[in-house]
């Protein structure tokens, strides 16, 4: 535990220890500065203001930080107590020590706003939600905080916290939620940064607050066995000194801390006794190099047993947080286990101190510009504490590599996160750049769909805003349901970048339009098939069946074919007369054994001609034309093979082809128009659109007939006042079909006039 002394003296002297007598100079000013401003007053603990100032200071000195932090750490209380008198701390202390206090007030204001927001979470759900909520809680805590150091003194000024609360005996409710907070927030932030000296005391006094039976028993058992303990840890250390002097290495033994908390995690998680406990009785060993403290190991391990299941090298796999050091346990001569651990002075100064000792160890004083001097560190620590694991594991404790890859990461987007707030105090994770659309899409989809407005800080902002941390974010919605033709839906701006940052809410934005635009479709297939129902008299037809007797799974699929042209009506018709009329033998529901009894002129591919196709390399096979392209010479020409129906001819550029040989290219085999019964002709669907008028169709009519062009099928609809018409017609050619196009094209009111 971090000791503070209680003399004013010696509290000056720590303030100070470590630094230049300019930079002690100038931590002595600021705690002059404050004095009379804080004289009378009090912090949120009820704490005083000075006192409470000084030791969190003195805790910060004790971390070897740098006087810019210590001074931070006693004028972060000032803009809250004294707001005018803040003002100047920039001009009199330097601007780096007043965006530190920015910095820790910032994270000061994050506490006050998510207090109490663990109890939020509800549902069966629940402890895993408020666990991952207070994760995000952590990492948007990082996030806020652009420079470390503001982390520590965040940290510092929590023990002082909990100190006081211990000191004075106090228990209430406000305590119960400070050591609750300490354990989900804090003590596990101390632990990523690897600030050992702060992690043990938070999570000791936070467990003296929420299980104080529990403490008193072990802090009892503790001191009962003290004596007993303390001498025979003292004289494993004097023999293990004897041997390690015997050959020749030079190493500092002492005894370790019992830190309450950790005893009690071990006793719960491993079901033990308190007699039981290896780490009660433990010393460490503290040597030059890495190559001596395997050494030591072995000479450990000759004079003790080890238990081979309790050893664990964290020199050549460091924690996550940086921590190397060799653990083993030996069995004493009284038959009991106790554990040694092993180290380097600088790992035992960053087990101590962590990210502190990190960017203080080996820096001899001299000033650095405050830029260079902590972004390589800062850089290093984001990516730490943002889980990169995976690298960091294989570089840590390697100067010189980890050094390059920082400068690596400089280049990288850092802060690829951002953390904002619910009007609920509820954390939420976004990408960088996120907007209040992506903020209102990552609470529901239904919230995405009905925004329409946003507050961030209370203040009304464009929804195309970037958020930044910290904000707390208030999406203003249309009431009620969104309506399925879309007009309360979101707005096609939205998919771009500058509305939606995240790919997830604009994929969440496309889905939607899909939908609206599947329910169009749906709706204008099943108005075109009831159409072609009613003209043929079948009304009473079961739409179900007919899907399925046309090949499709389900009705909504034939709906969404025809509503997109894709299926044409005139197979409907087939199938209608193909239930009146089926030859013997044959299928209900085929389309290949469907005889349409009408009188053509010639022999048409549809009613059964052949179809004058030449499959190349191959004689006598059967094929025929594909529905969804329907060709005709001179078109280019594929077949591909079908399961029981032949070879099936598409037009070269078809799409369904396309996509059928993408899937199966084995299947696909060279055609070509070979020679066809003379008068032989094609069906081909064409589509016209118009402004709708009386006696249109007539007109086009009657220049299918100069053409001398079989028709065999028509569908019109009129939108809007715009006739779009589809007709299945027979050709020997496509020349003969352009002639026609080319004169409908001319025919008043006529916009387009086409080949499907």
Partial sequence: ??????????????????????????????????????????????????????????????????????????????????????????????????????????LMRLREMTFGQQGIVRGKNASQQASAQVETLRKMLLAMASDMRVVLVRLASRVIALRYFAE???????????????????????????????????????????????????????EEKRTEREGFVDNAIQRLRSELAAAGIKA??????????????????????????????????????????????????????????????????????????????????????MEVQVRTSEMHHFAEYGVAAHWRYKEAGGSQSAGHKYDEKIAWLRQLLAWKIDVVDAVMGQDEIRREWVEKLKSAALDDRIYVLTPQARVIELPSGATPVDFAYHLHSDVGHRCRGARVDGVMVPLNTSLKNGQTVEIITAKGEVAASGAAGPSRDWLSPEYAASPRTRAKIRA??????????????????????????????NLEE?????????????????????????????????????????????????????????????QGAKSGVLVVGTEGLMTQLARCCKPAPPDLIVGFITRGNGVAIH????KNFAEMERKAPERV??????????????????????????????????????????????????VKGQARMGFTAEIGSTAQLQRALAVIREVDGVLEARRQ
């Fill in 669 to 718: 085999i060279h055609t070509d128009w070979g020679h066809s019964e003379t008068g032989t002709v094609y069906p081909v669907d064409l589509f016209v659109l118009a402004g709708d008028r009386q006696g249109l169709l007539r007109d086009i009519s009657e220049i299918f007939l100069r053409e001398k062009i079989n028709v065999i099928g028509v569908s019109t609809q009129s």
């Fill in 252 to 337: 500092e033994v002492f005894g370790r801390p019992k830190h309450i908390y950790s005893i009690w995690s071990k006793m719960r998680g491993k079901s033990l006794d308190f007699s039981d406990l290896y780490d009660v009785r433990a010393f460490r060993v503290i040597v030059d190099d890495v190559k001596t403290c395997y050494t030591v190991l072995g000479i450990v391990h000759n004079i003790w047993a080890p238990i081979p299941k309790e050893f664990d090298d964290y020199i050549s796999r460091p924690k996550p947080n940086g921590y190397q050091s060799l653990h083993t346990v030996v069995v004493a001569e009284d038959g009991r286990a």
């Fill in 1 to 106: 535990m971090v000791s503070v002394a209680v003399s004013h003296t010696e509290k000056h002297l720590q303030l100070t220890a470590g630094l230049s007598a300019e930079d002690g100079g100038r931590v002595l000013a600021a705690l002059d500065f404050v004095k009379p401003l804080y004289e009378g007053e009090v912090v949120a603990t009820g704490q005083d203001a000075l006192a409470f100032s000084q030791e969190v200071a003195v805790v910060l000195a004790l971390l070897k930080t740098d006087a810019e932090t210590r001074m931070a750490g006693l004028l972060f209380e000032l803009p809250v107590i004294d707001p005018k008198s803040a003002e100047g701390i920039a001009n009199r202390f330097g601007l780096e020590v007043a965006e530190l206090v920015a910095g820790i007030r910032q």
């Fill in 168 to 222: 004075m005996r106090l228990e209430n409710e406000r305590t119960q939620h400070y050591a609750r907070e300490t354990f989900d927030l804090y003590a596990p932030l101390a632990n990523r940064l690897g600030v050992w000296q702060l992690k043990w005391e938070l999570e000791d006094l936070s467990f003296r607050f929420t299980e104080p039976q529990t403490y008193k028993r072990i802090a009892r058992m503790l």
């Fill in 512 to 541: 939607w339009f899909n939908a609206i635009e599947q329910q169009e479709t749906l709706a204008a297939g099943r108005a075109l098939i009831e159409k072609t129902l009613q003209r043929e008299g079948k009304t009473a037809v």
């Fill in 651 to 654: 037009r070269a550029n078809c």
């Fill in 546 to 606: 007919l899907a399925h007797k046309l090949g499709f799974g389900k009705l909504d699929d034939l709906l969404l074919a025809v509503g997109k042209d894709e299926f044409s009506l005139r197979q409907v018709e087939q199938m209608l007369h193909a239930d009146d009329a089926v030859r013997p033998g044959a299928k209900q529901g085929n389309l290949e054994d469907a005889v349409i009894p009408r009188k053509s002129r010639a022999s048409s591919v549809t």
